[in-house]
């Protein structure tokens, strides 16, 4: 059975898994094929696809069955298996209802797996042994020797299964439409005779110039030529702050002007921006992943055929060799084939996989399919974003003091004052942090100082609320307050300072705050052996000083998306299977390259929840070692079942070959297998009630 049963991350938003996602195919016999879904959408509007064997691939695991039936009728075959179980349970040995069960379990057969009988016949004519062949006979020799309701029952669960997978499959566009949803479709610019026009940005060439508003996404990379402005840079770069852009600046496409109209030259144009270069990324890192290699892959490759080998040689070599009757021999095949037909495994592996991802999800925790949930417990090592992945993504006050002998009620309502008169960030932050006491006093001949902060006249007190820069070139800075300064600096914070005519009497101190329980999930993941590492956007400066608050020791700041990438497999090389963990469109590449990637669902974007593989609904760092243990115990549980379920098979298949099974002892074997295995998978919801 092909399993991907994806969780979608932001379902509410339409979201999809990434475009060219590896699935793994895995028939209930173990074997399994891997697959791509590489076809996406250009801004041509043609699909173009990439040759990659799937076809090759698929029908050496004996897939390549045709189209699987509709839901519909899916629904209604397994509603007729259903039926002639309840004829043969309530009605056995009446002539009448036989006839008919057999009746209803057929067309439950025709209608679940009709494209498997034909995939089966197909296979055997080239020679493969595929999971559809075993299907096919094994339904087929149940039907026959009088189980028609068990042949009807384990086709509608295949066919179910293999819907399952299907429906899952080659939802890549939506990841890519919302890359390319960033980069506004129209622009507003310059006409060489001085006419501004809004127009589409196919439209813009090389070198012109653009204006945008506040507000307003950027269209494209350029050069800031005119005008000052707040950037929010986060989609690209992960800086926590928006950063003032002025004059001879570099901007870049998909970020956001907060403050101030700015105009810029082009220097790349659509389709060459930095945020193209990401959505190239995202592919190519998707593209190369390596699928998944499961240890009943190795088992397919000689189980299947080692069953019909087995039945053959007890309907031709036993009456030979050993005098047994015709009849009595391919009745003790049927009953192998009825033995080994692969019913716990179809039901216990997904039972398994689907209580471990709705135990994740009571967690807050959504997988993205049994494939990722597998593939954490291989992690050795887990790179961190900063900016809205271990920090709150957000300026928020972390401290403020009046200074130099100044009256603290004075010095916060005079700077709460100041910062309602600004739209900046800092300003917001400033003020949101900030409690004075009645009502502010007014703010005349308020001014904004581009690049530097702003001021104005408070109860007929000059006053300037604005950062380093302003303060030294109002010959304002001493040594002591440039000790102090330096001092919140090493701690990642941004500084504005409030100063009158003689001097600073004020120190406001802003700062990206590090998330609740960040410390506990550092510490738990070490305690699982993985090694935490921070990559991050932001200044070296900034990102070490929150990898220490957090307890990383292991920390990369000033990384562009591609340098994240390379990062990250660099990680890899040096510690193993490496997972990411992000929040932003900055972070997709990572998280694509990633061997397991983490998205925060709260903050995080819906590119970096349709690339990642595991997403955090509530934001809870402590999820992430909570994923990595519950991958651990589902592998654990996971084995234990095919223990049991080969190991009952095994059993009954010599006592079949030795002439002591019946049929009865055939159905407990495959019924009671599933029974035992679907109970112990079951045991893995109780880790989402704690």
């Known amino acids: 059975m092909e399993r991907n049963l994806n969780t979608q991350a932001a379902a509410a938003q339409g979201s999809q898994p990434p475009m060219g996602a590896p699935r793994i195919k895995i028939d209930c016999c173990g074997s399994a094929s891997c697959s791509s879904a ?16 799937n076809h090759a691939q698929t029908e050496e695991a004996g897939h390549d069955h045709g189209p699987l039936p509709s839901t519909a009728r899916l629904i209604a075959a397994l509603c007729l298996a259903l039926g002639a179980e309840g004829i043969n349970w309530f009605a056995a040995d009446r002539l009448p209802w036989e006839i008919a069960g057999m009746v209803v379990a057929a067309v439950a057969i025709v209608l679940a797996g009709l494209g498997i009988y034909v995939s089966g016949l197909r296979s055997l004519r080239r020679g493969k042994l595929g999971i559809d062949t075993l299907m096919s006979v094994a339904v087929t020799g149940a039907f026959v020797i009088g189980q028609w309701p068990e042949a009807a029952m384990v086709m509608a669960l295949y066919a179910l299964a293999e819907l399952i997978e299907h429906r899952a499959a080659d939802r890549a566009r939506n990841a890519i439409a919302g890359l390319m949803a960033l980069a506004p479709q129209e622009a507003e610019w310059q006409r060489a005779d001085g006419r501004w026009e809004r127009g589409p940005s196919s439209e813009v060439p090389m070198s012109a110039r653009v204006r945008v508003r506040p507000g307003e996404r950027l269209p494209f990379d350029g050069e800031v030529v005119l005008g000052h402005g707040a950037i929010d840079q986060s989609p690209i770069t992960g800086e926590s702050i928006p950063v003032d852009k002025g004059v001879g600046d570099k901007v870049f496409a998909g970020t ?30 998707q593209g190369s992943r390596s699928p998944t290699q499961r240890m009943v892959d190795r088992f397919a490759a000689v189980y299947t055929p080692a069953v019909f080998a087995l039945a053959v040689a007890l309907v031709l070599v036993m009456p030979l060799a050993f005098g047994w009757t015709w009849l009595d021999a391919i009745y003790r095949a049927l009953v192998l084939l009825v033995i080994a037909c692969p019913c716990a495994l179809v039901l216990a592996t997904p039972v398994t996989v689907v209580s471990a991802l709705t135990s994740a999800a009571r967690r807050g925790i959504l997988i993205k399919g ?88 408070v109860q007929g007190r000059a006053l300037a609320l604005g950062n380093h820069r302003l303060i030294e070139e109002r010959g304002q800075c001493g040594p002591e307050l440039e000790a102090l300064l330096a001092e919140q600096e090493q701690q990642g914070r941004s500084v504005s300072l409030l100063a009158d005519e003689s001097g600073v009497i004020g120190i406001f101190a802003v700062a990206d705050t590090l998330k609740p329980h960040a410390q506990e999930a550092v510490a738990a993941l070490q305690a699982l052996g993985v090694t935490p590492v921070m990559l991050s956007g932001d200044n070296q400066t900034t990102a070490t000083a929150v990898a220490a608050q957090a307890g990383i020791q292991e920390v990369r700041g000033n990384l562009l998306p591609e340098e994240k990438q390379q990062a990250l497999l660099e990680l890899q090389a040096r510690h193993g299977p490496t997972g990411m963990t992000g929040d932003g469109i900055n ?28 997403v955090i609904m509530n934001d809870d760092l402590r999820r992430l070692p909570e994923t990595v243990a519950l991958s651990r115990r589902t592998h654990a549980v996971l084995w234990q079942n095919i223990v049991i379920a080969l190991g009952i098979k095994a059993v009954f298949m010599v006592l079949a070959v ?24 079951l045991r893995l919801l109780r880790m989402g009630e704690r």
């Open 38 to 53: 590489p076809t996406h959408a250009h801004a041509d509007g043609h699909d173009h696809g990439r040759a990659d064997g």
């Open 256 to 285: 956001i002007n907060q403050s101030g109209e700015l105009q810029f030259t082009v220097t790349a144009s659509a389709g060459s921006t930095t945020l193209d270069r990401i959505i190239h990324a995202v592919e190519q890192a």
């Open 370 to 457: 049994g494939v990722h949930l597998e593939a954490a417990r291989t992690l050795k090592a887990i790179a961190l974003d900063k900016t809205g992945t271990l920090t709150e993504g957000k300026p928020s006050l972390v401290h403020w003091q009046a200074w130099a002998g100044a009256d603290a009620q004075q010095v916060e309502r005079a700077a709460a004052a100041l910062t309602t008169r600004s739209d900046h960030p800092v300003s917001k932050a400033i003020l949101a942090g900030l409690q004075p006491a009645g009502e502010l006093p007014d703010v005349e001949s308020f001014r904004a100082l581009p690049g530097r902060g702003t001021e104005g006249r």
């Open 587 to 614: 972070d997709a590449p990572a998280l694509a390259q990633a061997r397991l990637g983490f998205a925060m669902g709260r903050a995080g974007t819906d590119i970096a929840m349709e690339t990642a593989d595991v």
């Open 658 to 681: 030795a002439g002591s099974a019946t049929l009865w002892m055939a159905v407990f074997a495959d019924v009671g297998a599933s029974l035992l295995v679907i109970a112990n998978g």
